[in-house]
């Protein structure tokens, strides 16, 4: 089973920024597209960006972080990553990443079931 590793969550107050790094197991390039999702306390889980590591390197973000939010990905290293600036008590949240092999390229998220890998979360917390 691969598990993928995230890293970089942490404790900021409002305005603030912190970088998720999320680790890919190799080899990298039976990767596609690695994704990161969040989830709130008593909310569900949702998608938040995605990026696909072919030609074109289409990306994806929720509405609620455009312009905030920077996905990117380091394939000499196998990593992942998300910049997040400009945060808000709003983000708080367990982040998590995903990889697939075979997701769907477009222009909407892609949802949960279209990933293979997850990681086991990273907690982000927003003070005001």
């Known amino acids: 089973q691969v598990q993928l590793t995230e890293s970089g969550g942490g404790s900021v107050q409002t305005g603030g920024s912190l970088r998720l790094s999320c680790v890919v197991p190799g080899p990298y390039y039976d990767i596609n597209c690695v994704g990161w999702f969040r989830q709130a306390p008593g909310k569900e889980r949702e998608a938040v960006a995605a990026?696909?590591?072919?030609?074109?390197?289409?990306?994806v973000y929720t509405d609620a972080v455009k312009g905030r939010f920077t996905i990117s990905h380091d394939m000499s290293k196998n990593t992942a990553y998300l910049q997040m600036n400009s945060l808000s008590p709003e983000d708080t949240a367990m982040y998590y990443c995903a990889a697939g092999r075979a997701v769907r390229v477009g222009s909407s998220l892609p949802k949960e079931s279209e990933y293979d890998y997850w990681g086991q979360g990273t907690q982000v917390t927003v003070s005001s």
């Open positions: 990026i696909w590591t072919g030609f074109g390197g289409n990306i």
